[in-house]
Structures are given as structure tokens and as C-alpha cells.
């Protein structure tokens, strides 16, 4: 399958294990095409149709960043979305009508892409760990309790305070940076989320064969893990339980590292990139077999209504950190959407 891959990189090497042919798309390092700027629909075309490369199968993948290649959704095949941070990016909702299948990551907000004119379909789709680079070392746990993330992010002011209460009564390394070599060495990672999302640190620290102690929250938790046998879970932003659940889990090394194995082989067999990837294949071989491409087509004139939408809304959001230039363009393709849809 001829398979292009726009934004995230995460699945492309699996897809090329398994002989697919893979175009990759995006900004940054690492990518078949590297893009300097914010590319239309006409320069998608004219990028492609240089490689001679017609997709069977587009995959635009999250990475918290606003758009940067438009007219996905006028591609040949299949073409899906995956949504990571959904929370903080409310623009994917309308976004979600530009593919045929739309993936979310955190499992509560799928009500918030549910609508009754809808024919594209939208499905929980958990994190993942990329085993490539989270793995157990197998090195002696000289660390009891870690914690490698953003200390003082924009949009957690709750995760300061908490780290700051729960290294009181519990030592804990805390660092930013390269998260694998901390994992790696530690029996506990304390995992600390925005709105009570399943974050990648999660996944991330169980496959380095840590115990992960994590906020008890929805979104698919229970149906990812299995909190006291793969996981260890606190309530949210509850500094003084977290700290008794992790100095009764150190106290008893033998459990503990029971549920960090556990966790560790429910990452391997059900949460990694290439599960993700391969899952997201044999998904894409359904719609293709049912004709999603020609229901999209078919139904362009309200998928322009909710990319007028999306365009409008990274146009004019002032939250969003964007300069001049991308605002401008955004608004353009607005405009654009705007008189096709309307004349």
C-alpha cells in the first residue's frame, strides 16, 4: 500500500517493515519530504505528483502543532486523522470531517466529534510507547522514584505544587529532558496529567520497566490497565495518598516489581507504535473494501462547511502562539473554503 504520512513520524518505520511504501510529510528532521513553510493544496499536489506518489492511504498524525499541509482531504484513498491532544486544540473537532476516520486519543472526548450528519467514523485510539527507544535496560533500579517532564507547563498549573508536596514526604528525582535513562533506572515514574488524560509518559515509563503510579482518571484507563496488577493509580492531584502508595510499594519490592513486569508485557503486546500502526492498516483495508473515499467526496460541501471552521479558528485564536504570516495564511484558506462553499 502506498501510504503517505503527514505530521507525527511514530508509525512509519512500522509500515515499512511491513513492505508498505511510505511517503513521510512535515516539519523538522526525519522526514521523506522536510517542509519549510505551510503548504496548500495545490503544492500537496504538485509535491506528489513530482514523486510520481498517489496515495492509497493518508495518515495525518497529531503533533500539537497547527496546520501545516492543507487539502488532505481531496486526496485519492483513504485518508484518516489521529488527534493527541484534542484537550487543548479545540479545532480538531471540525478538522475530524476532513478524513474518513478520525482517531482520538483520549476516550472521553469522543462525544465531542459525534454528530448526526457524520459518516466519517470516529474511534477511541489509546497512546502508545515506541519500543525502539523505550525498553528496560535491564540496569540495576537505583532510583526509587522519578518524575522527567515539564515542571511549570503552561496549561498544568497543578503540577508544580503537586511534585513540590509530594517530594516532602517521598525523595524523587525530577528532571526534564531525555526521559528513557531516569525510566529506565527507576522502580516507580509518578505520572502527573494535564486534564487527566492518558499522557505518553504512561506508556512510556511502563515500557522502560518502571512501576507507573498515575492520577486515577477516565479516558480509557481501566480498559488500558489494570490498576494494582500493571499499575499503580492515585487520586488526582492528591500528593498525600500518592505519597503513601509509593512508600508501601517500595516497602514490599517484590510486588512492586510484579506489577512493573505486568505493566511492562501489557505495553509490549497491546500498546506500542507498531500494534498502533498495524491496527490503523488494517482499519484503513475496511474502508477502503466500503467505499469510504467516495462518501467523502461526495459529502465535500459540509466537509468545507467545518474546514471554514477550522481555518477561521487558527486565523483568529490568539491563544494559539503563531506569527503574522501563518495567521494570514490561515485566514486566506479560509476565505477560500468560504467561496466554495457558499459562492
Given amino acids: 500500500m502506498r501510504i503517505l504520512s503527514v505530521g507525527g513520524t511514530d508509525f512509519v518505520q512500522a509500515w515499512k517493515n511491513m513492505g508498505h511504501h511510505v511517503l513521510s510529510m512535515g516539519k523538522g528532521a526525519g522526514h521523506d519530504v522536510p517542509l519549510e513553510h505551510l503548504i496548500g493544496p495545490r503544492e500537496l499536489w504538485e509535491i506528489l505528483s513530482a514523486r510520481d506518489f498517489r496515495p492509497e492511504l493518508t495518515v495525518w498524525v497529531d503533533r500539537c502543532r497547527p496546520l501545516e499541509v492543507f487539502g488532505l482531504e481531496r486526496l485519492p484513498g483513504v485518508v484518516v486523522g489521529y488527534s493527541i491532544d484534542q484537550y487543548c486544540n479545540p479545532w480538531h473537532v471540525p478538522y475530524s470531517w476532513a478524513f474518513d476516520l478520525f482517531l482520538v486519543a483520549q476516550k472521553d472526548y469522543l462525544k465531542l466529534f459525534w454528530d448526526p450528519r457524520a459518516w466519517r467514523e470516529c474511534r477511541w485510539f489509546p497512546l502508545y510507547c515506541r519500543l525502539d527507544m523505550d525498553r528496560d535496560p535491564g540496569m540495576e533500579r537505583d532510583i526509587p522514584v522519578s518524575f522527567v517532564g515539564t515542571l511549570n507547563p503552561p ?165 494559539i502562539p503563531l506569527p503574522p504570516e501563518h495567521r494570514r495564511f490561515y485566514a486566506e484558506v479560509a476565505r477560500d473554503a468560504c467561496l466554495e462553499t457558499f459562492g
Fill in 155 to 319: 496549561l498544568n498549573p497543578d503540577r508544580g505544587p503537586f511534585l513540590r508536596r509530594f517530594r516532602q514526604a517521598c525523595p524523587t528525582i525530577v528532571q526534564q529532558g531525555a526521559y528513557a535513562p531516569i525510566f529506565g533506572r527507576s522502580r516507580i515514574v509518578i505520572n502527573q496529567s494535564v486534564v487527566g488524560e492518558l499522557n505518553f509518559r504512561l506508556f512510556q515509563a511502563a515500557a522502560c520497566g518502571a512501576a507507573v503510579l498515575t492520577e486515577d482518571v477516565e479516558n480509557g484507563l481501566r480498559e488500558a490497565f489494570v490498576p494494582g496488577e500493571e499499575i499503580l493509580v492515585y487520586p488526582r492531584n492528591d500528593a498525600s495518598a500518592a505519597t503513601r502508595i509509593a512508600q508501601e510499594a517500595l516497602a514490599d519490592p517484590e510486588r512492586l516489581g510484579e506489577i512493573a513486569l505486568r505493566g511492562k508485557r501489557r505495553v509490549q503486546r497491546d500498546h506500542s507504535a507498531t500494534v498502533r500502526a498495524r491496527e490503523i492498516i488494517r482499519l484503513a483495508e475496511d474502508l477502503q473494501a466500503s467505499g469510504a473515499g467516495s462518501r467523502r467526496k461526495n459529502g465535500m460541501r459540509v466537509v468545507r462547511e467545518h474546514l471554514l471552521k477550522t481555518y477561521a479558528s487558527l486565523a483568529t485564536d490568539k491563544e
